[in-house]
């Protein structure tokens, strides 16, 4: 077996994590709960910018570790939890299709998303190619709890994890975007939220509950 | 003078005024004398263009060519029209109750807000900014579908929101590969995502990644063109947001997004070496513009009639780009012009029309002619110019589309007929009812502006009949650039 | 087959029988002082177990000999697998006659007596809670035997001597598929060793007990094998879990010094893991049965998304 770098390792460590969690989210049944792996993602995707950044001594990636630190890893779950609470979210997320199932279809998504970067990454050059897959998948299991949930915030946290997975890809497969586009990247996603939480407001003022299947109404005829 | 940085900073600056003092009594004003001043300055910027060719901007950020600077000048005019119509349609709404003070503020400077994302969009040469930029555009809109704080307008916000944001997430990946197959190539330089650089060198680019890379762009952005299926987002906002907004998606972010695609394919096509974006986008745009078609005659909502027809439009300049070669490039590029001038046209007459007879529903529209002969014509006129009659504009570019699609793609020519076939009966046939017939309208506070209605269909008419030299060399360069 | 190996593997069997009710006891009494209860004293289960031995057998009439012959069997086939597993020593005499997969086939054979015992009787809680523990055991099979291709993807082969013996005396690599691997082993161990999130051993509930429910007809001597049996299983799959994740400190050959460090290390890795699933046990709440399935599934996808993650990471072209 050859040898692969620790550095490596850890980043490829860190990208399973993250993977793991996303799947943890897709089964996770209580708000909070899904508000706090969030964050632990987010944390965990800037440690592993940070390996990557010493690395590779990209100076422009201990920027960009330290915003996602502030923004994923605390603000935002700051501002969820003030939400939730904000708004006496009911602790329970439920599901349109049940969990089990909802994981099965995780799974088969991994398998595509693997497929799909294995080509990729073969062509990669960077210590990192092998986590392009993971960042995929993670995009795509965000995507599917974005589809299966039927609550506003768990909704918002798959928005989120999807930008959490996009930034794993950017940091993966080319250590990073310009900082210009990081800082405007970041801006949206801040901006987004803020957004959201006035959304929620009016949703809940509207609807008295958060509950996305009330919002069912406009269909074509 | 710089008129590339004017251009930028009033909207920019008007937009952060108007969230400050956007109650006043003069805000309306500067609303419009600032649309009017970016229109001015787009002028005067494609004005130098057109004389000293392309040119840059803040280094090599922003990048200005004749592709880019014809829908500039396209999305500032409507941008300036849409906001003198929006005057006195905003003070109708107030003045129903529909609207309070803060809500009128927040509409204003989103609006100008939104005009800057736009114009930055267009403009930037980076392909990551521009990436921010739709974003940010989706941003500032989804506060404005809401504006009304009705259950349904949330739901169209909330769904458009959604929609969008996972739409430009797979833009983002989209992007992102494009930055690593150009990361390959020019190295480390911070000037891999620059499109002037990543022209230069777009045979070497690895094809496979730009499959795939482009095949994320075109669903992600093509979530904002409203191809099918990731279309639902587009008539939910377009009816349940206040008409002006309407007006703008329609004329405009369909267009921006559309443009994001194009500069995508370039390279895609450079790196490839077949037809592989062209016939995929011909494919996407096919289905979206039959999808389209079908749902049109299900409508009872006339404002979501009419996104309909936009997400119709958008199939068939998709198809048209899709095909390639100079006349479709050139085809497509006038149907994108042609488009947005006509449907923000309807837009504002529909937005008149809705707020005389106080309903959106078609049922309950009857006899516009009756109450406001001027109103009815110009809806009239507007259905016939988008239908494509002749003498039209809009009959020029789909004539010139579907001649093109017989000679080289003769298998699409039927369903194309079909499609527009369909299209034609059931918005025709919804439209003439509203336009003829007995109603009953109520008295408005404030006159409707009709005078952008008829700027729209005047050019849209102009250009059916004649296409100044000038615009048909500007349109053939940008052509010719799109390959 | 040297005379050492085969002292060697004695030694092994012989201490997993002494150390098993002591492991029991070691997390009884952790989840006693987790639970702010006095704890039972360290040495319960042998006192248990030698009350039983010498208590009279009670069986039932329809008692076929099935039911007589079962906890001999599960008693042997937790003994072998004890065997087969890397405690001290990698370099085990029974080690060829049987590699993982074998390993699965041992733990699956035991539980197909003990379900079979449990229906003989034909009492209504002996087939129900043998048709539970046949719901666990199919869904817990497949996850366990994903866990352990994917450790014999990493070591190229199947048997637990030389899995043990690549993962412990490597250069240092951190493997993602392992983490994952781990987690769904431990998810596995939960359900098939009875443990909280899906049963609970400390209760005798009617509607919701497993391994209890089978073995509520026996007693004596038979019951005392079966505990016994139980507190072995625990054994074998904390001693499994920590040869195939912790492999520190297993000696590679059969030497005297070597075993002798290997038992402290073992001893203390087990008090480790033992007070670990007390803690487990005592934050979580018995999940409903109906959740089980949920539970082993999401196990089994653990595992399998080691075993993607393995290939996409961990192979080099």
Known sequence: ?221 | MDFFILMLAFPLVSGLLLTVFGERAWAPNLNVIASGGTFLSAALLTAEIVANGPRFAFGEEFFIDSLNVFLVTLTAFVGLTTSIFSGPYMRNEAEHGKLSKPRLRLYKSMYQLFMFTMLAALTTNNLGILWVAMEAATLTTVLLVSLYRTPASLEAAWKYFILCGVGIAQALFGTILLYFAAERVLGETGHALLWTHLVDVKGQLEPTIMALSFIFLLVGYGTKVGLAPLHNWLPDAHAEGPTPVSAVLSGLLLNVALYAILRCKVLADGAIHTDFAGNLMMGFGLFTLVVAAFFLSRQKDIKRMFAYSSIEHMGLITFAFGMGGAVANFAGLLHMTMHSLTKSAIFFAVGHATQKTGTQMMESIRGIMRINPLLGWSLLLGTLAILGMPPFGVFASEFMILTHAMKHHPWATPVLLMALGVAFASIFGKVQPMVFGEGEGRKLAHAPAVTPVFVHLGLVLMIGLYIPPYLTRWFNEAARMLG | ?317
């Open chain 1, 1 to 221: 077996m050859n040898t692969i770098p620790l550095s490596a390792q850890l980043i490829n460590l860190f990208a399973s994590v993250i993977l793991l969690l996303a799947f943890a989210m897709l089964a996770q049944r209580r708000v909070l709960q899904l508000v706090n792996l969030f964050a632990l993602q987010g944390a965990t995707l800037s440690v592993s910018t940070l390996v990557v950044a010493f690395t590779t001594s990209q100076h422009h990636l201990y920027y960009s570790a330290g915003l996602t630190l502030i923004l994923k890893a605390i603000l935002l779950p700051w501002i969820l939890h003030r939400l939730v609470r904000r708004l006496h979210v009911k602790s329970d997320v439920e599901s349109l299709i049940n969990v089990p199932t909802t994981m099965m279809f995780g799974i088969v998504l991994v398998i595509i998303a693997f497929n799909v970067a294995l080509p990729i990454s073969q062509l990669s050059s960077t210590i990192t190619r092998g986590t392009l897959g993971i960042a995929l998948a993670t995009v795509m299991l965000a995507f599917l709890m974005m589809i299966t949930r039927t609550k506003a915030i768990p909704q918002v946290v798959g928005f989120l994890a999807m930008e959490n997975g996009l930034f794993l890809a950017a940091t993966s497969a080319t250590y990073g975007m310009p900082m210009v586009v990081e800082l405007g990247i970041a801006l949206d996603v801040l901006v987004g939220a803020i957004i959201l939480g006035v959304f929620f407001f009016q949703i809940r003022e509207q609807f008295d509950s958060l509950d996305i299947r009330h919002m069912e109404r406009l269909k074509d005829s």
């Open chain 3, 1 to 317: 087959m040297n005379i050492s190996g085969l002292l060697g593997q004695l030694f092994a069997i012989v201490l997993a029988l002494l150390l098993a009710p002591l492991l029991t006891g070691w997390v009884n009494q952790c989840r006693a002082w987790l639970q702010n209860r006095t704890a039972p004293p360290l040495l319960q289960p042998y006192y248990m177990l030698h009350k039983l031995f010498q208590k009279d057998v009670v069986l039932a009439d329809g008692a076929s000999p099935l039911f007589r012959f079962a906890p001999f069997v599960v008693f042997g086939c937790m003994l072998l697998a004890c065997a087969i597993i890397p405690t001290l020593s990698t370099d085990l005499p029974f080690a060829p006659a049987a590699d993982t997969i074998a390993l699965v086939g041992v733990f699956g054979l035991a539980r197909i007596f003990i379900s079979l015992a449990a229906m003989d009787i034909g009492t209504s809680f002996g087939s129900l809670g043998g048709r539970r523990e046949m719901l666990v055991g199919f869904l817990a099979e497949p996850a366990l035997l994903m866990v352990i291709f994917t450790t014999a993807m990493i070591s190229q082969s199947t048997s637990v001597a030389t899995i043990v013996e690549t993962l412990a005396h490597r250069e240092f690599i951190i493997y993602p598929s392992l983490a994952f691997a781990g987690v769904a082993f431990t998810f596995v161990s939960f359900a098939e060793n009875a443990r909280v999130p899906v049963d609970n051993p400390a209760t005798h509930l009617e509607l919701t007990m497993i391994h209890e429910a089978m073995i509520i007809e026996y007693s004596g001597r038979h019951l005392a094998l079966i505990e016994l049996a139980a507190s072995l299983k625990l054994y074998a799959y904390s001693c499994l879990g920590l040869a195939l994740f912790f492999p520190w400190g297993i000696a590679e050959g059969a030497s005297f010094v070597g075993l002798l460090l290997a038992i402290p290390a073992l001893v203390g890795k087990l008090a480790v893991g033992g007070a670990f699933l007390a803690g487990i046990e005592t934050i979580n709440a018995k999940m409903r049965i109906f959740r089980a399935p949920e539970f082993l599934g999401t196990a089994f996808l653990l595992a399998v998304l080691g075993l993607l993650v393995r290939l996409l990471l961990e192979t080099r072209v």
